[in-house]
Structure formats: structure tokens, C-alpha cells
């Protein structure tokens, strides 16, 4: 069997995977706040469908209510169809405040009609980022509602979609790179135009005669920690045999699928990027192999 028809059976195998997912019920009334883009921004059919559109004259964002320090945060969406070039659908910036902030970072760079979104990662630690990854998506994320997951422990971030791990940033502290582990974080979403830089580098500009874009939400659950009301109870029973829950969360079959992922998906790890870092890579890179 050649490379390609492999290839073909596991993207299969993990799509019909990710459609046995479980259905979460987080309120978006209860759970978030819209905080600008005016008629924009819509939670309807009872709190449990959220939506962002974004026009000519302005986008629109939401915010949590609660402040997160660990745990492991889940939402469903469903991006902008058709031609989205231009646009930047951010999910999930959790993130403090302030110019030492620390931040996590779930972004879709919008692409034509036909192309591929770019899925943009980042982390943020004391006011320092540029620990930039990206990838393809191997399925079309404007068709059908996909969940995209941050698992945030003092030990490691992991970045999962469809419950499958695409990234993990380890706690490389030792090694002196900062980790964001101290300072509370709200989630942070937002519809925006970025024609500037979002597709090929701005080569192609947003058109306008294809608004309003929208992107829709559903299925938020948090099992995590916040200031208002401590730990969740199946976070922190986890939480309590840290290194048995970190195992479990990456566990051989978990680290199988994120080198398949990081082999035919990623198209940009700023741990291998020679041109930006001549005189050596960051020293967290030396902790980013599984």
C-alpha cells in the first residue's frame, strides 16, 4: 500500500473518530460576555449556540466571565465558509493582562474559496511569544462543527483538535524559558479583519462583497481551576496524581498521532526555523520533541 493511500485511511479513521464526540451544555449567557461588535456578536437558541460576524465597518468578540489558572478547556466551531481571505477567527486567547501577560493562542487565518485555513498557534509567557506553529487542517472546518481543546497544566500545554494532539509546549523552566503558570486567564474570542498579514502575508485582501463573514460556537465545557470557584472536581482529582493524569493525557498512542500530525499538517515550527534564530533556537526547543 502506497504512502498516500495510507495516509488517506488514517485521515479517515480520525474523522470518524472525531464524530463520536461527546456533547457539551456550558451556557453561553452564563459563561460569557459579548464585548464589542455591537448586533455582531449572537448567543441564541437558548445560550447554547454563540456566533461573530464580522463586516466592512467592524468585527465583533467575547470574553469569559471567569478567570482560568489550569485545566482543560474544550469549544466546538464552525469557521467562516467560502472565500475567508483576510479574515482571522481567534479562539481562544486565554489570556492576562497587563505588558508581562501570558497568553495561549488558538487562531484560523482565513484563506480563498477552495484553500485551506491556516490553524496559527502560539504561547505567550511574561510578555514574550513568538513561539509560533502552524498547520493545515485535514478536513474542511467551515463544513461541520470540529472541537478544539487547550489542556493547560504547570507540566505542559497540549493543543488537541478533534481530541487529537497537535502541539504540546512543555515547562522548560529548567532551561530557563518562562512558562505561563502563575497568572489567571479569561478566554478571549474574536472575528477580526486582518488583511494585513492574515493571507500570504497580505497578498490577498478581504472582499468585502462576501460579508457579513460569520463564524459559529457551541459545546464550551471547562473541567479547570478559576479564581471565583476553585478547581472543578474531575480537574482536580486528576490534577491530584499529576504525573499519572500527564502520562495518561500523552500516552504512546496520543504521541503516535501528534508526530502524524506534525509530519503531514505542520507547515511552520519556529523550532526549526534557522533563518530567525542563526545563532541558536530558543532553549524550550530542546524540550519539544516527543
Known sequence: MGQNSSLTIVVATVLLMSMVGSAYSGNFFNEFDLTWGDHRGKIFNGGNMLSLSLDRVSGSGFKSKKEYLFGRIDMQLKLVAGN???TVTAYYKLSS?????DEIDFEFLGNE????YVLHTNVFAQGKGN????FYLWFDPTKNFHTYSIVWRPQHIIFL???LPIRVF???EKLGAPFPKSQPMRIYSSLWNADDWATRGGLVKTDWSKAPFTAYYRGFNAAACTVSSGCDPK???????GKLQVANELNAYGRRRLRWVQKYFMIY???SDLKRFPRGFPPECKKSRV
Open 131 to 134: 513561539r509560533e506553529q502552524q
Open 269 to 271: 515550527n519556529y523550532c
Open 97 to 101: 493582562q497587563g505588558a508581562t501577560h
Open 170 to 172: 512543555n515547562n522548560a
Open 161 to 163: 483538535v478533534d481530541n
Open 84 to 86: 475567508s481571505a483576510g
Open 113 to 116: 474559496t477552495g484553500k485551506p
Open 235 to 241: 480537574f482536580k482529582r486528576s490534577f491530584g496524581d
